[in-house]
């Protein structure tokens, strides 16, 4: 195939497989899911009649979903292990190619309608549909072709069984074909009853890069090597970590997760390993400790480059010899567990400062993880998005919806603080929406409440918060870096001055800044950063001044779009005395041409105490 058409055909298939993710965790009909997978495949790629199988539990294989079928007609078709074409993908969990189904003896036809195609020759792609492991059904396509077998087979099996392993993680019940239809039902109530623990299925992801993260979660799932999971702060370590088990074996068994960052030495050995009565001042009785109680399940050590040194001698023994003993005990427990760890320091550089045991490293760095910043796949906030409007809605009884221009907004930023800024952002933007629809109004970064241009804030002062901004001191481990946060500027915000150059990054990987998209670097909006008040706003919101305080007060702007905001010890002029807070608020909001960090300054409060007490008089907020 010609280089330009196979890259357009890729692209096709990318496409596809987006929409296939998209359909698949759209809706909560199994069966309509599938015909609508199927559809999916006939209208982008011409895969014609397209059959999806699921087992029963009897180890029979039903037809669930096919093109063309009706419902009866597709309950009447099953295919025995071994039987047939199907019945062999089913055994032998191998894919099959039948080039011309005319000449195949093994073909059965039972699901008929092959009898039109006169001329055409028909060939067969079935592939197995797998989940955790084990075959759970088949998925069969169809292609017609006028010429005879058009021989790129092997591209569509890849292409198939990408679309088999998402509808594995779709289906995951071992028996949801017994009865179609009224496993249909089952499948929604299990799909909305099951617990928040991340199943996989709760793990969006559209993006390329993250489809190969997932693709190696179902490789690594089955066995019982040690993960190590990477990536910045808010990337979905965590989740990725119990999607791993729920995909185990070892899914029945218990999860259990250690912070290793929250706990002293002390106490993180006693968490760990568990004590004798006695052990320490206040044990008062035997207590298992988590490598016990994961015993046969999955042990997640989250953080695990912030344990100690002399923590780590003690954690490579357990993981060398899988047997430990209990803090004060003399007993040799032996251990089963399936170790994750994760973190987001750079433990290469930590090795480099003596801060992390190479033993240690190359214990538990077995398969890697690397789970991509959120800038860096852009493709899923969409989708993130909208996964995180149906939560909320779901979680608080209600029905919300967000606007495309709110999703576009949300498409220009950078988010340092990946998928978890994402979620807070709109679960922010969720409770100031009062009609249940999200717009960009909404959104922290139109309101100057965004977190992470305080953040910026701190950053550009050389400060270092939490475990979001790197740390800066000689000697300190990185983390893997955030992103520089773009906040976007919303349609109607003025040009502000050039961003101040951010504090230089110790030498190292990832010391780059990205560029914002939505263009901040060049000259942000005061929402970015750049046009806020010097002194970092506080994160917790501070209560309103008393109407009756005595304001800051400050010149009047030459300019209520370009001019910084004035300094706060002038008086201006035609500032009122006296009046109520909403009079004053209302003079200020004017006066600065409705930005709300400049009236802030004017009147000696804080941006955040604007805007809340913008909403709490019902001040409509005037847009130019
Ligand atoms: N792909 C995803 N699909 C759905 N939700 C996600 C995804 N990735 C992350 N999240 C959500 O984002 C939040 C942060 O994820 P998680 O706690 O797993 O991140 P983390 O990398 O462990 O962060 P940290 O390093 O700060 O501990 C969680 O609420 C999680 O459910
Ligand atoms: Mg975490």
């Given at each position: 195939?010609?280089?330009?058409?196979?890259?357009?055909?890729?692209?096709?298939?990318?496409?596809?497989?987006?929409?296939?993710?998209?359909?698949?965790?759209?809706?909560?009909?199994?069966?309509?899911?599938?015909?609508?997978?199927?559809?999916?495949?006939?209208?982008?790629?011409?895969?014609?009649?397209?059959?999806?199988?699921?087992?029963?539990?009897?180890?029979?294989?039903?037809?669930?979903?096919?093109?063309?079928?009706?419902?009866?007609?597709?309950?009447?078709?099953?295919?025995?292990?071994?039987?047939?074409?199907?019945?062999?993908?089913?055994?032998?969990?191998?894919?099959?190619?039948?080039?011309?189904?005319?000449?195949?003896?093994?073909?059965?036809?039972?699901?008929?309608?092959?009898?039109?195609?006169?001329?055409?020759?028909?060939?067969?792609?079935?592939?197995?549909?797998?989940?955790?492991?084990?075959?759970?059904?088949?998925?069969?396509?169809?292609?017609?072709?006028?010429?005879?077998?058009?021989?790129?087979?092997?591209?569509?099996?890849?292409?198939?069984?990408?679309?088999?392993?998402?509808?594995?993680?779709?289906?995951?019940?071992?028996?949801?074909?017994?009865?179609?239809?009224?496993?249909?039902?089952?499948?929604?109530?299990?799909?909305?009853?099951?617990?928040?623990a991340?199943?996989?299925?709760?793990?969006?992801?559209?993006?390329?890069?993250?489809?190969?993260?997932?693709?190696?979660?179902?490789?690594?799932?089955?066995?019982k090597s040690t993960v190590l999971?990477?990536?910045?702060?808010?990337?979905?370590?965590e989740?990725?970590a119990r999607?791993i088990h729920?995909?185990s074996?070892r899914k029945d068994a218990p999860f259990i997760r250690v912070n290793c960052a929250a706990l002293p030495e002390s106490l993180l050995e006693s968490e760990l390993f568990g004590h004798e009565k006695g052990a320490f001042t206040g044990a008062q009785k035997d207590h298992k400790g988590r490598f016990e109680l994961a015993s046969g399940g999955t042990l997640f050590l989250d953080e695990i480059g912030d344990i100690s040194p002399n923590f780590q001698a003690k954690l490579l023994r357990v993981l060398q010899e899988q047997e430990f003993e209990r803090v004060g005990g003399s007993k040799t427990i032996k251990t089963d567990v399936r170790l994750i760890c994760a973190t987001?320091?750079?433990?290469?550089?930590?090795?480099?400062?003596?801060?992390f045991r190479?033993d240690l490293?190359?214990r538990i760095?077995?398969?890697?993880?690397?789970?991509?910043?959120?800038?860096?796949?852009?493709?899923?906030?969409?989708?993130?998005?909208?996964?995180?409007?149906?939560?909320?809605?779901?979680?608080?009884?209600?029905?919300?919806?967000?606007?495309?221009?709110?999703?576009?907004?949300?498409?220009?930023?950078?988010?340092?603080?990946?998928?978890?800024?994402?979620?807070?952002?709109?679960?922010?933007?969720?409770?100031?929406?009062?009609?249940?629809?999200?717009?960009?109004?909404?959104?922290?970064?139109?309101?100057?409440?965004?977190?992470?241009?305080?953040?910026?804030?701190?950053?550009?002062?050389?400060?270092?918060?939490?475990?979001?901004?790197?740390?800066?001191?000689?000697?300190?481990?990185?983390?893997?870096?955030?992103?520089?946060?773009?906040?976007?500027?919303?349609?109607?915000?003025?040009?502000?001055?050039?961003?101040?150059?951010?504090?230089?990054?110790?030498?190292?990987?990832?010391?780059?800044?990205?560029?914002?998209?939505?263009?901040?670097?060049?000259?942000?909006?005061?929402?970015?950063?750049?046009?806020?008040?010097?002194?970092?706003?506080?994160?917790?919101?501070?209560?309103?001044?008393?109407?009756?305080?005595?304001?800051?007060?400050?010149?009047?702007?030459?300019?209520?779009?370009?001019?910084?905001?004035?300094?706060?010890?002038?008086?201006?002029?035609?500032?009122?005395?006296?009046?109520?807070?909403?009079?004053?608020?209302?003079?200020?909001?004017?006066?600065?041409?409705?930005?709300?960090?400049?009236?802030?300054?004017?009147?000696?409060?804080?941006?955040?105490?604007?805007?809340?007490?913008?909403?709490?008089?019902?001040?409509?907020?005037?847009?130019?």
């Amino acid at each position: 195939m010609p280089g330009a058409m196979r890259q357009s055909t890729s692209n096709l298939e990318l496409l596809t497989i987006y929409e296939v993710s998209k359909i698949l965790g759209s809706s909560l009909d199994l069966q309509q899911t599938l015909r609508e997978v199927l559809r999916a495949l006939a209208y982008q790629l011409q895969m014609h009649r397209g059959r999806v199988y699921l087992v029963g539990e009897d180890n029979v294989l039903r037809l669930v979903a096919a093109n063309g079928l009706s419902n009866e007609a597709a309950a009447q078709i099953e295919f025995r292990d071994g039987e047939g074409i199907t019945g062999r993908i089913l055994k032998t969990g191998m894919p099959a190619v039948v080039p011309n189904l005319a000449e195949e003896p093994l073909f059965l036809n039972r699901t008929g309608g092959r009898e039109d195609l006169d001329e055409q020759v028909a060939s067969l792609v079935g592939v197995p549909i797998k989940a955790a492991g084990v075959v759970v059904g088949v998925l069969t396509i169809d292609r017609i072709s006028d010429e005879g077998p058009q021989g790129h087979f092997g591209s569509d099996v890849r292409f198939l069984t990408m679309v088999a392993n998402l509808i594995g993680q779709t289906v995951r019940l071992p028996h949801v074909a017994e009865e179609p239809l009224r496993d249909a039902e089952t499948f929604r109530m299990q799909k909305e009853l099951r617990p928040i623990a991340a199943p996989i299925n709760d793990v969006v992801c559209t993006s390329p890069n993250m489809l190969e993260v997932m693709a190696q979660v179902h490789r690594v799932a089955p066995f019982k090597s040690t993960v190590l999971i990477r990536g910045e702060s808010g990337t979905g370590k965590e989740l990725i970590a119990r999607a791993i088990h729920n995909m185990s074996p070892r899914k029945d068994a218990p999860f259990i997760r250690v912070n290793c960052a929250a706990l002293p030495e002390s106490l993180l050995e006693s968490e760990l390993f568990g004590h004798e009565k006695g052990a320490f001042t206040g044990a008062q009785k035997d207590h298992k400790g988590r490598f016990e109680l994961a015993s046969g399940g999955t042990l997640f050590l989250d953080e695990i480059g912030d344990i100690s040194p002399n923590f780590q001698a003690k954690l490579l023994r357990v993981l060398q010899e899988q047997e430990f003993e209990r803090v004060g005990g003399s007993k040799t427990i032996k251990t089963d567990v399936r170790l994750i760890c994760a973190t987001n320091l750079n433990l290469e550089e930590a090795i480099g400062h003596g801060k992390f045991r190479a033993d240690l490293y190359f214990r538990i760095n077995v398969v890697t993880i690397h789970l991509p910043p959120l800038r860096e796949r852009r493709q899923d906030i969409g989708p993130l998005a909208r996964h995180f409007v149906a939560k909320f809605a779901k979680d608080n009884g209600m029905t919300l919806v967000m606007e495309d221009e709110a999703l576009e907004v949300l498409n220009r930023c950078t988010w340092p603080g990946n998928v978890r800024e994402l979620e807070n952002c709109i679960e922010r933007a969720a409770t100031q929406s009062r009609d249940g629809i999200i717009r960009t109004e909404s959104l922290s970064c139109s309101l100057n409440l965004c977190n992470s241009s305080v953040l910026f804030q701190y950053r550009t002062l050389g400060a270092s918060v939490g475990g979001l901004a790197p740390s800066m001191g000689p000697g300190s481990v990185n983390r893997v870096p955030p992103g520089r946060p773009g906040v976007p500027a919303p349609a109607n915000a003025p040009k502000a001055p050039a961003m101040p150059a951010p504090v230089p990054e110790p030498a190292g990987a990832g010391s780059a800044w990205p560029a914002c998209a939505s263009g901040c670097s060049a000259g942000p909006s005061p929402v970015c950063g750049a046009a806020q008040p010097a002194v970092p706003v506080p994160l917790i919101p501070l209560p309103l001044p008393e109407p009756s305080a005595p304001a800051a007060a400050a010149p009047a702007p030459t300019s209520v779009t370009n001019a910084a905001p004035p300094p706060a010890a002038e008086v201006p002029l035609d500032e009122p005395e006296s009046g109520s807070l909403r009079d004053r608020l209302l003079w200020a909001m004017e006066r600065t041409g409705w930005v709300q960090a400049k009236a802030a300054r004017l009147l000696g409060m804080t941006t955040r105490q604007v805007s809340y007490a913008l909403r709490k008089y019902n001040i409509e907020i005037k847009r130019f």
